[in-house]
């Protein structure tokens, strides 16, 4: 064997026995992953937003599932929540430095997903023909 042929990396460390690594990054991802999640994250991009204007923003979504959302974004350290004591009180939601680093990539998600829509929308009819579905 010749010495350029010797590649000595190092070994990559062994998972956990009991799977623990694996449902902490499943759990981050599942929160991320979220539809909801991203859209949030994708209207915070640009700044601060109050409540009712994310929900105007996010066609689809209810108060419930806005409310939920949001929690669990503070909860992940991705969204900070700020109360201004006005009457009636002013509540602004805007990403944590966390959450900025999340926002290119899920950008970037986002623009995909839209660009490849047709193509997309082609492979899911074609399937559902071969399939007898649609």
Same mark, same amino acid.
């Given at each position: 064997m010749r010495p350029e042929n010797i590649d000595v990396t190092a070994p990559l460390p062994r998972p956990s026995p009991d799977h623990s690594d694996c449902r902490a990054v499943a759990s981050v991802l599942a929160r991320v992953g979220d539809k909801w999640s991203v859209f949030v994250i994708m209207m915070l991009i640009d700044g601060p937003k109050r409540f009712n204007e994310l929900k105007r923003m996010i066609n689809g979504i209810s108060q419930r599932m806005l409310t939920l959302t949001l929690r669990g974004l503070e909860r992940d350290g991705l969204v900070t929540r700020t109360v201004f004591p006005t009457i009636p009180p002013r509540v602004d939601y805007e990403?944590?430095?966390l959450g900025r680093g999340l926002a290119a990539p899920v950008? !970037?998600?986002?623009?995909?997903?839209f660009a490849h829509l047709p193509e997309i929308e082609g492979a899911r009819n074609d399937f559902? !023909?071969?399939?007898g579905e649609g």
């Open positions: 990403l944590t430095d950008k !970037a998600l986002g623009q995909w997903a559902d !023909a071969r399939n």
